[in-house]
């Protein structure tokens, strides 16, 4: 197949782009009638079948980065990042039995609303706007990767200048029309959806390798297997490593346990559930379900190694964009785009609206006093949900690669927050002596530690004379950053209890 035979993005793909675009859009627009409050348009009521949840928490969880991203890794690498997504299930199947139960027992909108129970006010919002940060921040960079193979279909008929800065508002606006409109029933049922096109466009990709590499699969397995990409544990002990048994399944427990456990943008999806048993089915279900996920993606990553041959691309992000765009057939070059599209539609819409959740719920309706009829809280939910479009479309404008798998840097920003917020929580859990000053030292302590050792080179570079500090923990690799953030705030929020006086009345969550 030669790249030349299929450059161009034909007035077939435009058109299974646009009719896809506008059909979710549309149909996000549908699922918001009859509204009715706050509660049902960002956890739906409750009313959300468990297998819909799954495939919701699937959608989320893969984003653009996970199509663009993973099959770099496996380009450049092997299979070992696996070993991370198996410590996901294990993170998830803690959550299942310990939180979940937690958050499904009363009418909670939020994950917060749990440190409130135990800690106090205060606890709550630090938490929320902790949340609110890390959650902005890295789903700009999401919406930033998504803007990659739109600007490749773009190149002929937009100036170059001006190719990014258009891929994201198409992008972002289209997202924030059905989100704004539909709530989290629009969210989940357009996120089914979108499953199964990016699926399709997966396996799509699959075949199309298969096709163009002679000999098929069994040649590129084979080839892959003699060069060592099919490896799939690394027993490595070193902190420094990404992708070894123990830090994947250690790591990776640890960051799906925070993403699943002290995360908005799945426990709100979680609450949507109709019982504790549907919210469990979904939440382990997921984890299955994204371990083939990343199979999957992972073996395109070495169908194209071996299609290329090894080529070195300028950047891992634009190996898979740049087969998509020169090498698929007419048709299937709109599918595999509208699944990216999907991808990135399904994680943007679920932040927007998981945001606005945490800003009404947990700042702007304590600050209020709770004297807001249901009428003026929806009203006020959908002006935060156009408030956070505008400010990830914003960040991600201005956001700029240095040549990174964005797919580690968007897990390394939400890294740095996680164990502290992680941390508060099993504090809540497992320590009836702290009060909230003990746990807001403990979430504080832990997260700001967390700054220094997430940033460090980035810091040491700033500041030189920091260099020889920070040197040991330079090289600690993304894994580990939530488990050492967990064990801070844990150990700090201890500690600070010996300070006082043990609470007369401890107050459990």
Partial sequence: MSSTDHAAFTALDWGILLVYLAGTTALGIWLGRGQRDAKDYFVAGGTIPWWAVLFSIVATETSALTFISIPGLAYLGDFTFLQVATGYLLGRIVIAYTLLPKYMDGELVTAYSLLERRFGTATRRFASVTFMFTRAF???????????????????????QYLTPVSILALGGTTLLYTYHGGMRAVVWTDVIQTGVYLLGGLGAVYLLGQGVEGGWSAI??????????????????????????GGLLGGAFLSAASHGADQIIVQRLMASSSLRDARRALIGSGIGVIVQFALFLLIGVGLWAFYEARTFSAPDKIFPTFIVEEMPPGMTGVVIAAILAAAMSTISGSINALAAATTHDLWVPLRGRGADAAALLRVSKIFTLVWALILIGGALTYRTEGTPVVVIALSVASFTYGGLLGGFFLALAWPRATQRDAITGMATGIAVMTLIVFAARIAAAVPALDGLLTPVKGIAWPWFVLIGTTITLCVGILSSFTHAAPSAARTA
């Fill in 138 to 160: 890295g789903d700009s960079v999401r919406v930033f990767a998504t803007a990659i193979p739109i600007a490749l279909i773009l190149g002929p008929i937009v100036p170059a």
């Fill in 221 to 246: 397995l084979a080839r892959a297997d003699d060069a060592g990409k099919l490896r799939l544990i690394d027993p490595y002990l070193g902190l420094d490593k990404p992708h070894t048994l123990i």
